[in-house]
Nanobody, 116 residues
């Protein structure tokens, strides 16, 4: 069955960097767009990055543009979210998502905490 699994979260100081990974199984990874969302304490889940199946087009909200980069591995069923210049307000659980046959599949999430 379709599964996505996130990894790479942790505690980082303000201004630091982290790279999250998303491994996809149960579907032809290269055929599908991938996206990253986050949900901070007391907040709604929000989109932070998306990438097309080809990897040519990416999309970011203004809150992370210029700091976050989404990418996908050329040969492996992996997507990544590289986060630089992290701020305390980036603290959240980060989720990977894929939409297959009009159904959204989410990972279990990985916690990112930005604190000194």
């Amino acid at each position: 069955q379709v599964q996505v699994v996130e990894s790479g979260g942790g505690l980082v100081q303000p201004g630091g960097s982290l790279r999250l990974s998303c491994a996809g199984t149960g579907f032809t990874f290269s055929n599908y767009a991938m996206s990253w969302y986050r949900q901070g304490p007391g907040k709604e889940r929000e989109l932070v990055a998306a990438i097309t199946s080809t990897g040519i087009t990416t999309n970011y909200p203004d809150s992370v543009k210029g700091r976050f980069t989404i990418s996908r591995h050329r040969d492996k069923p992996m997507a990544y979210l590289t986060m630089n210049s992290l701020k305390p307000e980036d603290t959240a659980v980060y989720y990977c998502k894929v939409r297959v046959l009009s159904r959204d599949f989410w990972g279990q999430g990985t916690q990112v905490t930005v604190s000194s």
